[in-house]
């Protein structure tokens, strides 16, 4: 038998609840007044963006606390572009310095790091912090899930109704209808061939 919460207890999680869609609506306004495209029936979590005139994020986005949207590297050009239905979990990072595209409908689960960029690092002579950056943009299709603490890979382009397993380091194109897994990602099977 399950027992019934206290109306106390339930009230108590009601208005919890309300108060953190009341945080979010206030967040969403301080971000849109910062340049930051928001649109309809997103929740924002206490996500950090560096430069909110640089990213878009489509309709009814969910991203819960600590996601990290950090567009850099070439002023003005880099964009960060989250379709609509989007989830980010928490504590994912997207750091580009380019572009970085997720399509409508995509799950990326907590702790997945996407960047676009990697250090050159030719000139032992110099630091390598010195030697500057190389930037290539990521797309990542529609319907895509990427599991916990995966990383995505500068010049990376994930397929439609793709999966990324858990821990995967993704560094080649993913075909749509994959589900990969490994470090270095590969190919285990496809979602259209699973009988189940």
Request: with cysteine; aromatic share 6%; hydrophobic share 45%.
């Amino acid at each position: 038998m399950i027992r019934k919460r206290p109306l106390s207890v339930r009230m108590l999680n009601r208005l919890t609840w309300a108060c953190d869609d009341l945080r979010s609506m206030l967040r969403i306004t301080l971000f849109k007044a910062r340049g930051m495209e928001i649109g309809p029936g997103c929740h924002l979590g206490r996500i950090i963006v560096s430069q909110p005139e640089f990213v878009t994020i489509g309709r009814e986005c969910y991203l819960e606390d600590l996601v990290r949207l950090r567009p850099g590297g070439q002023w003005g050009r880099s964009r960060i572009i989250l379709g609509n239905n989007v989830f980010l979990g928490f504590g994912t990072q997207i750091n580009v310095g380019d572009v970085c595209t997720i399509g409508d409908d995509s799950l990326i689960a907590p702790g997945v790091i996407i960047a676009d960029a990697y250090h050159v690092h030719r000139d032992t002579s110099a630091p390598i912090r010195s030697q500057g950056c190389i930037y290539k943009p990521v797309t990542i299709g529609n319907d895509v899930w990427i599991a916990s603490g995966a990383i995505v890979l500068p010049g990376v382009a994930v397929g439609d109704h793709a999966i990324i397993a858990a821990g995967a380091v993704v560094n080649t194109d993913v075909p749509p209808y994959a589900i990969v897994a490994g470090v270095p990602a590969r190919v285990v099977r496809f979602r259209d061939h699973l009988n189940l």
